[in-house]
């Protein structure tokens, strides 16, 4: 989920970067020094999974991003993770530095809405249904980001609306795969680990991530 520059207009990508800037300062600003250890592992963990990437016909392929699972593990610090991974991403060559701020603000509010999905709807004495809504939580987060840049590149200009279409039919299958591999991870959190899953609840999570501007 990765935009070149020069793709943008500049009312977006300037945007996206005073928007990541104003939500990553409130977040630092909220961040606690118990949270920083877990943040640092779950940023890792965010970073080696998107470089597993998923085959799809006619030669092509896409990787899987996990912003889902990072939302429901972090709440409101989901974005430091996610601008980190990003960063990291640009060095290696992928995606081009105007677009980060917008990229990062489009994949942590599906990070968010994962959060908010999992901690309503999630029974501690349900596990079946704490994969179902683990499931529901990964799928619509990955989706929810896909449309999100599917919605910038459609209003960048008419020379993008083929591609931007063309956007979302992958996104849908990497969609199910996602929601399965955070369904797996949850149950499993839920049965050896719980506090992981509670920790990210809260007032904390309730964070302004403004997504008007992506």
Not at 78 to 104: E, K, N, R, Y
Not at 140 to 146: E, N, P
Not at 174 to 180: C, K, N, S
């Amino acid at each position: 989920m990765h935009l070149i520059d020069d793709i943008l207009p500049p009312a977006l990508w300037l945007g996206g970067y005073a928007g990541t800037a104003a939500a990553g300062a409130v977040a630092v600003r909220r961040l606690t020094p118990e949270q920083v250890p877990k943040v640092a592992v779950v940023t890792s963990a965010f970073v080696v999974a998107s470089y597993v990437y998923v085959p799809l016909p006619l030669g092509t392929s896409v990787h899987l991003l996990m912003n889902g699972l990072v939302g429901i593990l972090l709440g409101a610090d989901a974005l430091l993770a996610i601008v980190v991974a990003l960063v990291v991403h640009m060095l290696a060559g992928q995606g081009g530095f105007q677009p980060l701020g917008f990229t990062a603000l489009a994949v942590a509010s599906g990070a968010l809405l994962a959060h908010a999905i999992f901690h309503r709807m999630r029974s501690q004495d349900r596990p079946a249904r704490t994969a179902a809504v683990g499931f529901l939580a990964g799928a619509a987060a990955l989706y929810w980001s896909a449309f999100v840049i599917f919605l910038a590149l459609w209003l960048s200009g008419d020379s993008l609306r083929d591609a931007s279409r063309l956007f979302l039919i992958p996104h849908a299958g990497l969609a199910v795969v996602e929601g399965i591999v955070t369904a797996v991870v949850v149950s499993y959190l839920q049965r050896v680990q719980p506090s992981l899953l509670d920790g990210a609840s809260g007032e904390r999570s309730a964070f302004p991530v403004v997504v008007g501007h992506e």
